[in-house]
């Protein structure tokens, strides 16, 4: 049980692993929920202040493999005639017979509009604010943040909550080289491609021209929901039930 922006999170132990559409077929086949990046935010937040406990060890451990959050991230350019720009973030997600996320946009907007606390709008002129030399890594090219300098950026509020961002930061030290984004260039993908999951995951190796082993914390906004990546996914608990 953890504390989060909502009250208290119970969740289900221990995860179950798949596909993201697959793992939300399991956690619903076992009465569960999705869970929110928000929450997952909270959850690490509590581990990391016992890392070294039995059951905190093992959920750390989770990140080796992956860990999926059911918010997704819809990119809206500049240059289309929504009524919005920037990167639409939702909690809760459907998937079609494909495994992709389906995503009703005019709905989604709908929702942001009327306040829905599940729907957020981070408002970027690009994505370059996820790469170079602001933030962010391609999969050949790492640039590292460290830990106590991880910038309040929009995109992180939006998606963990402020509270929720704090919380990473603490997950983030527990990484030699802290933090860092995992994004492609989502811009330029088809409109059926610039919907895409969030996941966050364990980066780890040796780096050069200097030999050293690192680690750090990778924060993922461009995962194909449909894709061959299989990590875990926690399922929420309703105390009610």
Known sequence: MVSSSGGETIFSYPPVRGKLAECARFIYEQGCVQSTSQQIASLFGDVCRNPTGKLEKEVLGILDQGLWEFTGNLY?????EDP???ILLWDGLEFNDYGCIKADKLGIIRRLNEDDPSVRLVQVNSLDAFGGDDLGLEFDTPKFIVGE???????????????GVKKIRRLANQFTEK???VRRNIAALADYEKITSS?????????FPVARDYSLLCISLDLPPSGDNSFYAFGTINPEK
């Open 149 to 163: 300098k991880i910038p309040i950026h929009p995109y992180l509020i939006g998606r963990y909550g402020g509270g």
């Open 179 to 181: 933090v860092a984004f």
């Open 84 to 86: 919005v720009h920037g």
């Open 76 to 80: 809206l350019s500049q240059d289309t």
């Open 199 to 207: 996941a966050i995951f364990k980066w780890a190796g040796l780096e």
